[in-house]
């Protein structure tokens, strides 16, 4: 079995983001990615030049390692990247789902697996313009087929300008029956703090756009992670 390289394990923490903010979950963050946005923020879990940090983990290994910090309760497991889906991940959601673990994966949606019907949560974020990264809506779709029914899947857009906006509204016109979340996007440095309010007067303004375009299904979320802690990593 191919061991699932691993950038960083931590918690329990806070999910930050997404349909699932503020649930207390494990993060679990693969190393490499399919893409390169221009405002990542987890580069060290992306670039190859970080190859060497990350550790090769099996999958009893990992969720000894969660229980390991959970003291043996069951929780959310959140897996990121990266792009987690790049991964076999599948013997991780057989064993992790034995100890009663629950997981939710964070992927932009590049790469369809067969095994995200495994998972509890599904948590696709394409990427708009802002990026200078191109969405195949063809994968993303097979992303959602994927998913089996019991499985909750969300789509998670980042937004830091009107382009964003825009290529939030063409992915709901494509998917309308995937709940959107609409997250701001923060460009706090790497282990910086962010101006938290720059992200009030973000928020507000996003707020006046979806309620002036009679927008009302929608969810407006700013990075919870970064107004507590800014771009720390390991929180």
Excluded at 206 to 215: E, Q
């Amino acid at each position: 079995m191919k061991p699932i390289l691993i950038s960083e394990l931590f918690g329990p923490t806070i999910q930050g983001e997404g349909a699932l903010i503020g649930k207390p979950t494990v993060f679990v963050r693969t190393g490499g990615c399919d893409f390169r946005c221009a405002w990542c923020d987890t580069l060290y879990a992306v670039v190859p030049d970080f190859k060497n940090a990350w550790t090769p983990m099996s999958a009893a290994e990992i969720v000894d390692r969660v229980l390991h910090l959970t003291n043996g309760q069951p929780i959310l497991v959140t897996l990121s990247g990266g792009n987690p889906a790049l991964h076999d991940l599948e013997p991780l959601l057989d064993l992790g789902r034995e100890s009663g673990l629950t997981f939710n994966l964070e992927t932009q949606g590049s790469k369809a697996r067969e095994w995200f019907s495994k998972l509890d949560f599904l948590t696709l974020s394409p990427k708009g313009p802002s990026s200078q990264m191109k969405t195949d809506w063809n994968a993303l779709a097979a992303c959602i087929e994927n998913a089996d029914r019991s499985t909750q899947v969300s789509l998670k857009i980042v937004i830091f300008d009107d382009a964003d906006y825009a290529f939030a509204r063409e992915a709901t016109t494509r998917f309308p029956d995937v709940p959107m979340v609409l997250q701001i996007g923060s460009d706090a440095p790497v282990d910086g703090e962010m101006d938290n309010e720059k992200i009030r007067v973000k928020t507000e303004w996003l707020l006046k756009k979806v309620t002036h375009d009679g927008w009302l299904n929608v969810t407006i979320l700013p990075q919870l992670h970064v107004l507590l802690w800014g771009s720390k990593r390991g929180v």
